[in-house]
T-cell receptor, first 111, second 115 residues
Framework: SQQGEEDPQALSIQEGENATMNCSYK?????LQWYRQNSGRGLVHLIL?????REKHSGRLRVTLDTSKKSSSLLITASRAADTASYFC???????????FGTGTRLKVLA | EAGVAQSPRYKIIEKRQSVAFWCNPI?????LYWYQQILGQGPKLLIQ????????DSQLPKDRFSAERLKGVDSTLKIQPAKLEDSAVYLC?????????????FGEGSRLTVL
């Protein structure tokens, strides 16, 4: 079953613009992670945010978490063509590191 | 540090045949996962191991899928007999299981086509 649902399903922007994607989930979480997947490859971890955190930064990435709305957002600033990929959120609801992935956002950055 | 190794990368079989996928996690990682990713969808958790014990296999179709983790290291996922809807990429991931971490490291995946 899918716990998270990303929005939008697909996003196309110009290089240099910011990209924002959202993840909504159904049940309370211990932490939430964001992953990137290039076409035909495995997933790569981007950032983890815990339930008691509201915002985290890593390079050009900014993640927010609103537990009252059961949602998270991933902002990629100054996007590059190399950021073209699918982005997934994953949630741990049980505290046993059982990670359930969302449906993903396909990002295309045009040069 | 070597990453998560999976084999084979690609496999094509006829329906009702059997197939096995192998995964070697990052050394020292206690937690191992198998995910199924159908084209255009997010990864779906099939089974989670902690060392050589099963933590969760609630989404594993046990009538045809089986998985084991030998001595808490390598793991094998088997499908017998395969159905057309099993066509997907099978992703193996591992994690240290440390409460201060949580990051999953993924292999490149094994792409299965069932004809």
């Amino acid at each position: 079953s899918q716990q998270g649902e990303e929005d939008p399903q697909a996003l196309s922007i110009q290089e240099g613009e910011n990209a924002t994607m959202n993840c909504s989930y159904k049940t309370s979480i211990n932490n939430l992670q964001w992953y990137r997947q290039n076409s035909g490859r495995g997933l790569v971890h981007l950032i983890l945010i815990r339930s008691n955190e509201r915002e985290k930064h890593s390079g050009r990435l900014r993640v927010t978490l609103d537990t009252s709305k059961k949602s998270s957002s991933l902002l990629i600033t100054a996007s590059r063509a190399a950021d073209t990929a699918s982005y997934f959120c994953a949630t741990d609801t049980s505290g046993t590191y059982k990670y359930i992935f969302g449906t993903g956002t396909r990002l295309k950055v045009l040069a | 540090e070597a990453g998560v190794a999976q084999s084979p990368r690609y496999k094509i079989i006829e329906k009702r045949q059997s197939v096995a996928f192998w995964c070697n996690p990052i050394s020292g990682h206690a937690t191992l996962y198998w995910y199924q990713q159908i084209l255009g969808q997010g990864p779906k958790l099939l089974i989670q191991f902690q060392n050589n014990g099963v933590v969760d296999d609630s989404q594993l179709p046990k009538d045809r899928f089986s998985a084991e983790r030998l001595k808490g290291v390598d793991s094998t996922l088997k499908i017998q007999p395969a159905k057309l809807e099993d066509s997907a990429v099978y992703l193996c991931a591992s994690s240290s299981g440390d409460s201060s971490a949580g990051e999953l490291f993924f292999g490149e995946g094994s792409r299965l086509t069932v004809l």
